[in-house]
């Protein structure tokens, strides 16, 4: 009788432990999406942490104005961009 009871206390904390992984990958905070023209903007502050470059989308963080905090942001990629690649290196 013993030992189901350890089964069981031990399957009850798998099942939650499971549950509040699943909950924290499938239910994360929604980056805000930016215009275009705002990230250019980053760009050419100089304030962009990092970008990463995707085929619909742009994703990184820039420094902003209230105390330095990073802020996460998204936008739409625009494809006749032929230049981004080029400013972005010149950045750096």
């Given at each position: 009788m013993k030992s189901r009871t350890k089964f069981s206390v031990g399957f009850y904390a798998m099942v939650v432990t499971g549950l509040f992984l699943l909950?924290?990958?499938?239910?994360?905070?929604p980056?805000?999406?930016?215009?275009?023209s705002q990230f250019r903007s980053y760009l050419?502050?100089?304030?962009?942490?990092?970008v990463e470059i995707g085929?619909?989308?742009?994703?990184?963080?820039?420094?902003t104005d209230?105390?330095?905090r990073l802020k996460a942001f998204?936008?739409?990629r625009i494809q006749d961009d032929e230049n981004l690649i080029a400013v972005a290196w010149q950045r750096r």
């Open positions: 909950k924290s990958y499938f239910i994360r905070p980056i805000p999406e930016v215009s275009y050419s502050e100089d304030t962009l942490q990092r085929r619909q989308f742009l994703h990184g963080t820039a420094i209230d105390a330095e998204r936008t739409r």
